[in-house]
Structure formats: C-alpha cells, structure tokens
C-alpha cells in the first residue's frame, strides 16, 4: 500500500502542477538512464523469480538437490539485485531532497529494497530448511508463502520500473 501511496502522490503532481514548479526532475537535474542498472535489474529479478519458480517445481517433483541448487541462485540473484541498487543510490544524480521526483524515488525504491532484503533473508531460511530435508513435497507451505512473497517483490518492481524509472524521467 505504502508503494501505491507514493506512486499516487507522484502522479498527482506529475499530472496537476507544472513540472518546472514542483514534480521533478526538474531543468538541470539530472535522471537515471531506466535502460542501464534499473532495466538490467529488472531483468535480475525476473530471473530470480524464475529461479524461485525452478524451485518450486524441483519440490513438487522430489528433486532436493535442485530445488537448493535454484534457491542458491534465487538468493545470489537478489544479492546482485540489491548490490547495483545501492550502487545506483551512491551513483545518482540526485538526492531525496530534490523536489517530489527525488523524495519519491528514494522512499519508494527504499521500501521496495526492504521487502527485497526480507525475501531474501526469507529465501536463505528456506533453502536452509530444503539442504536440511525439512521441505518435501506433501510439507512446504513455508518454501509457498517465500515463493508468493518473492513473486510478489517482482510485480512491485515492475511496477515501480514503469512509474518511477521510465514514466517519471520522461
């Protein structure tokens, strides 16, 4: 919600007030490029979700070897997400006090890294439990909730990727 709530304010200025007076980025303030780091992380976190669904599958089917093997790379993959994200803080052009665009991107992105960093610590407990033989196919509802949580990060990014990177730098 918080996410929706952000995005909300944001339109509103980007809609109701003249840009040059209040949404941002304003003349001479510079914007992220959403074609490097912010698509190349898109893409990560799809594949992550890709993997966690790798995952899920290799439970159903028996296979606990695999479904490590894809909960390792579902994390390695968050990890790298959240590495070029912070990368990307350090690296901006702008700060969070620069006018809504800045304030908005920051917190919305800044939430969305949290919920990044509590599914993968999620995803590291789950595979734990998998390495241990604690998941088998009948009993995995907790491997399910981490796996709808992850998916659920995917779809907040994708949409903060449309909102924040490229409708909003336009």
């Avoid at 909960?71 to 968050?78: F, G, R, S």
């Avoid at 009948?138 to 990014?157: K, M, N, Q, S, T």
Wanted: proline content about 2%.
């Amino acid at each position: 919600m918080a996410s929706f709530g952000f995005t909300r304010s944001f339109s509103n200025h980007r809609w109701g007030c003249d840009r040059s007076e209040v949404f941002g980025p304003q003349k001479g303030l510079g914007v992220l490029d959403p074609w490097e780091i912010p698509f190349l992380n898109t893409l990560i976190l799809l594949s992550s979700g890709a993997a966690v669904t790798w995952a899920h599958h290799a439970i159903l089917a028996g296979k606990e070897k695999r479904a490590v093997y894809a909960l390792v790379a579902t994390v390695l993959l968050a990890l790298v997400f959240t590495g070029f994200q912070g990368m990307e803080y350090y690296q901006a052009p702008f700060t969070i006090s620069d006018s809504i665009y800045g304030s908005t991107f920051f917190l919305a992105t800044g939430f969305h890294g949290f919920h990044v960093i509590i599914g993968t610590i999620f995803l590291i407990i789950c595979g734990i439990r998998q390495y241990l033989g604690h998941l088998t196919k009948e009993h995995h509802v907790g491997f399910e909730a981490a796996a709808w949580y992850w998916h659920f990060v995917d779809v907040v990014w994708l949409f903060l990727f449309v909102s924040i990177y490229w409708w909003g730098g336009i």
